[in-house]
């Protein structure tokens, strides 16, 4: 995977924690708040962070439990989706689409890993 692509696609990692995060924050007014955001972030962190495909080039294949490509390709973009989805959920619709697009460019440009993602 090119270093450039790499770098895209933390940052829409980044992207997504903190759409999610900040989608939490609004869901209440109250107190809890504070629980709605960090908990959004720490799920989808552990998510992205614990499942992994042994040799995967983009991860080192760094995980704490080992699952097939399509299952992580699934995790991938249910973490990108909600970040999507959260993005539009706090009234940024134009960032939504925006975010979007990018994560799909990541993947238009991530099709090797892709296609060993799906053999695997």
């Keep these: 995977m090119h270093p450039a692509n790499l770098a895209l696609r ?11 995060g900040w989608w939490g924050w609004t869901l209440t007014q109250s107190g809890w708040r504070w629980l709605a955001a960090v908990g959004m972030v720490l799920v989808a962190a552990t998510l992205w962070g614990t499942f992994a495909v042994p040799g995967d080039p983009s991860r080192g294949g760094q995980g704490l439990v080992h699952v097939p490509g399509v299952i992580r390709l699934a995790i991938e973009l249910v973490v990108f989706a909600a970040g999507a989805y959260a993005l539009r959920a706090v009234g ?29």
């Excluded at 933390?10 to 999610?20: I, R």
């Excluded at 689409?97 to 695997?120: C, D, M, N, P």
């Design 92 to 120: 940024r619709p134009g960032l939504a689409i925006a975010f979007g697009t990018l994560v799909l460019a990541h993947y238009a440009l991530s099709y090797e890993r892709i296609a060993w993602l799906v053999k695997q």
């Design 10 to 20: 933390f940052v829409l990692e980044l992207v997504a924690l903190g759409a999610l």
